[in-house]
């Protein structure tokens, strides 16, 4: 007979949760640097709740039990719906009421911006997946004020805290979100090949006929879309359900079959003469919703950086209390090469993503030189960071092993939802031709790309090396082109570089510089050199138990 005793389970990690997510020292000390300090309370209270069983439970339903369209009633009425499971509305609620979405547009303070940015960073790693509306209904509100009328009418709904899903009149509703569609079947990124036509009524207004490839969001109330006026290729508005109540005639073909992003919707639609309003001026739609595209570019930089601290705070979670010959896996000197390396393009991903997010404050404030630097840091953060993503979640979800393979780990989302930032709001071609046309273009954002590198000069030699290098692959126009990807990677690791120089601890700086400044690394994860304080890493990148599940409940 064999003893009960051998069915008993060990050797196993408990469940990630009862943590508080936005206890992460990187991303706190940011905020603080970055002006929103008086956030970091309701950084807690949203934390605590991103790491909880509850929050878990939501993700997992959402993802489980993705949307479905709805074309028509059963009476065979036109309705174009898409159904969620309630789960997702309440990952929608809290996102909604702690602000993720457009409410900073409506907050004087100083840091609103970037407190945003730090909750977008911490909820999304409750679920990525809902993130799209709660990013494009960010984005949508400086593009919108291309067209000051339109925007003193919907900003007010686009930031309210309430989240009131359903299709109806959308100025009757309590809060609003706006969804974005731009690319077509024959142009993907080359949105100015779209065959979207639109004809003027006289009255202000434009019907518009044609489609949508990727329509982002379609059950959002509202959408900014590209069409050809008479003018030229031109954005407009289009709402969901028109002031009487009557559907517009946006149809919803069908729901793409992602990789990834199972949660949220993402659509092909078709225009037969459906009402819109123009955002800017006719003609000037690529410059109109590029306001848009840049803020959610901004998104698609946190969303990987929160990709990167999940997969590394699981990754650590496990090796800490999984044991393999004869010692916990954390104790293991490769093991924690492979935890340390992760833990630094972690930090390096959530220090220059908080940073971009401060310059986007003073930029909307009105400072140039934030706006110059932003130009450039946030094209090559959107290439670099989101490249990384993939193969930090592989790594990370490799560290579990067969644990790590099995939906029940949460692992396969993240390494199904890693690629879609690096696809998203332009791919890596696309943002790394981006960086050149700015260098080429904009004198001043290379110069403040410079000053803000050189803020750092004379701290570390490796640095100073590396910047040096990057000044003479600046200087040299020859195959440009060719080499826009390197070009934007070397600008990444000496930005990450001087950022962790100023900011982090020694044991983090020194490790950067050794291993992406000064060769010390491999090609791989995990290739760290000798006589790095790899524990300090490790430790720094650890998860921080919840101080308490009180006010933890959605809207806190």
């Known amino acids: 007979m064999i003893p009960d005793a051998t069915h008993e389970v060990f050797n196993q990690a408990p469940p990630f949760t009862g943590h508080d997510v936005s206890a992460d020292p990187a991303l706190l000390e940011g905020v603080t640097r970055e002006g929103a300090g008086w956030a970091v309370g309701e950084l807690g209270r949203l934390g605590t709740l991103a790491g909880s069983e509850e929050a878990a439970e939501w993700g997992r339903l959402a993802n489980e039990h993705p949307p479905v369209l709805r074309t028509h009633d059963r009476y065979g009425n036109r309705i174009d719906e898409v159904e969620f499971h309630p789960a997702w509305h309440e990952l929608m609620t809290v996102a909604v009421e702690n602000g993720l979405h457009a409410a900073p547009w409506a907050d004087t303070r100083p840091g609103a911006h970037v407190a945003r940015a730090a909750g977008f960073h911490v909820w999304s790693q409750a679920e990525a997946g809902h993130g799209c509306p709660i990013s494009m209904t960010y984005a949508a509100v400086p593009a919108l004020r291309h067209s000051p009328g339109l925007a003193a009418e919907w900003e007010p709904l686009l930031a309210s805290r309430h989240y009131d899903f359903g299709l109806r009149p959308p100025l009757g509703k309590r809060g609003v979100l706006a969804g974005m569609g731009m690319t077509e079947k024959q142009g993907g990124s080359d949105v100015r090949a779209g065959t979207t036509r639109a004809e003027p009524l006289g009255d202000g207004s434009y019907v518009l006929t044609g489609h949508k490839w990727f329509n982002s969001a379609p059950m959002c109330d509202v959408f900014l879309v590209l069409a050809q006026a008479p003018g030229g290729l031109t954005c407009f508005l289009l709402p969901r359900v028109l002031p009487d109540g009557t559907r517009n005639a946006m149809r919803l073909m069908r729901l793409k079959d992602k990789l990834g992003n199972k949660s949220n919707a993402s659509a092909e639609v078709e225009y037969h003469r459906a009402l819109a309003w123009p955002v800017g001026e006719e003609g000037r739609g690529v410059r109109t919703i590029l306001e848009m595209v840049n803020m959610t570019r901004l998104d698609c930089v946190i969303g990987s950086a929160a990709g990167m601290r999940y997969g590394v705070t699981r990754a650590v979670h496990h090796a800490a209390h999984r044991a393999a010959f004869g010692r916990r896996l954390a104790d293991q000197p490769l093991m924690r090469n492979v935890l340390a390396d992760l833990a630094l393009e ?183 050199p000798a006589g790095l304080d790899l524990d300090a890493i490790i430790e720094r990148a650890a998860v921080r138990p919840a101080a308490s599940s009180e006010g933890s409940g959605a809207g806190s």
């Open 346 to 528: 972690s930090e390096a991903a959530t220090t220059l993503m908080i940073r971009l997010a401060g310059a986007t404050d003073r930029a909307v404030a009105g400072d140039a030189a934030e706006t110059a630097l932003r130009r450039t840091a946030l094209a090559v953060g959107k290439y670099w960071v989101c490249k990384r993503g993939p193969a930090h979640a592989a790594e990370a979800m490799e560290c579990l092993g067969g644990n790590g393979y099995v939906e029940e780990s949460q692992m396969p989302r993240l390494f199904r939802e890693s690629p879609l930032n690096g696809i998203w709001e332009g791919s890596g071609n696309v943002a790394a031709l981006d960086v050149l046309r700015a260098l080429r273009r904009e004198p001043e954002a290379l110069d403040a790309f410079l000053a803000e590198v050189a803020l750092a000069a004379g701290a570390d030699r490796r640095l100073d090396e590396a910047a040096e290098r990057l000044g003479k692959t600046l200087a040299d126009p020859a195959e440009a082109e060719l080499r826009a990807r390197s070009v934007a990677e070397d600008m990444a690791l000496v930005l990450q570089g001087s950022l962790l120089v100023r900011h982090a601890p020694a044991a983090v700086a020194d490790a950067f510089c050794a291993s992406r400044l000064a060769g010390g690394g491999g090609r791989a994860f995990g290739t760290l």
